[in-house]
């Protein structure tokens, strides 16, 4: 079974704290994304990353970098936590796409609170 | 560009009843379309996709879903539903114009199951 962890389900943070979020793959998948989830907009990607050390923008990477030094890890870091971060933030990985097949695997997700 | 859209944002039945889930897209491709289920507090899974072959896909736990090219629609359903099926619902297309492996979400439709 593929398995992708998250490092904290919940998680309370204060405005201008940096915040490191982790997400471990243990399927060898070359992509790797990070979303997240707010309700009434579905999931929206923030970076995407198909190779280490590879990162590309997604459709709201404001305020959000990232980190992939090794396959199985993507990092989200949040340079400096705002309260129109505090979200569900969802990890999924995928193989390298060939033809139509994208299915991601995603973890259980970290809620994110920064007051 | 691609995009879907899920006709309702809140379905209810009643245990026993079909379900109906509605989801339209917009592809310039010939789309990978997905259906993904999120329980209370847990990650998302995969129920079924369509990826070119068979029109009507089945997934998991007795749900289907029919790919209409000429409505392009991908209507997710159920013949009898069950207390255990309220979540909630994204469904998803693929964005298969630069071999990226990035997923489209729609905005999510929340099933509830009274009984």
């Not at chain 1, 943070?13 to 707010?38: A, P, S």
């Not at chain 1, 890890?73 to 400096?80: A, N």
């Not at chain 2, 310039?28 to 847990?42: A, D, E, G, R, T």
């Not at chain 2, 736990?61 to 790919?67: L, S, T």
């Amino acid at each position: 079974d593929v398995k992708v962890t998250q490092s904290s389900r919940y998680l309370v943070k204060r405005t201008g704290e940096k915040v490191f979020l982790e997400c471990v793959q243990d399927m060898d998948h070359e992509n790797m994304f990070w979303y997240r989830q707010d309700p009434g907009l579905g999931l929206r990607l923030i970076y995407f990353s198909y190779d280490v050390k590879m990162k590309e923008k997604g459709d709201i990477p404001e305020g959000y970098s990232v980190s992939r030094e090794k396959k199985e890890r993507f990092s989200l870091i949040l340079e400096s936590a705002s309260t129109n971060q505090t979200s569900m933030y969802l990890c999924a990985s995928s193989f390298e796409g060939t033809g139509d097949f994208y299915e991601q695997y995603f973890g259980p997700g970290t809620r994110l609170t920064v007051t | 560009a691609q995009s879907v859209t899920q006709l309702d944002s809140h379905v209810s039945v009643s245990e026993g009843t079909p379900v109906l889930l509605r989801c339209n897209y917009s592809s310039s491709y010939s789309p990978s379309l997905f259906w993904y289920v999120q329980h209370p507090n847990k990650g998302l899974q995969l129920l079924l996709k369509y990826t070119s072959a068979a029109t009507l896909v089945k997934g998991i736990n007795g749900f289907e879903a029919e790919f209409k090219k000429s409505e392009t629609s991908f209507h997710l359903t159920k013949p009898s539903a069950h207390m255990s099926d309220a979540a909630e619902y994204f469904c998803v297309v693929s964005d298969n114009s630069g071999n990226t492996g990035k997923l489209i979400f729609g905005q999510g439709t929340t099933l509830q199951v009274k009984p």
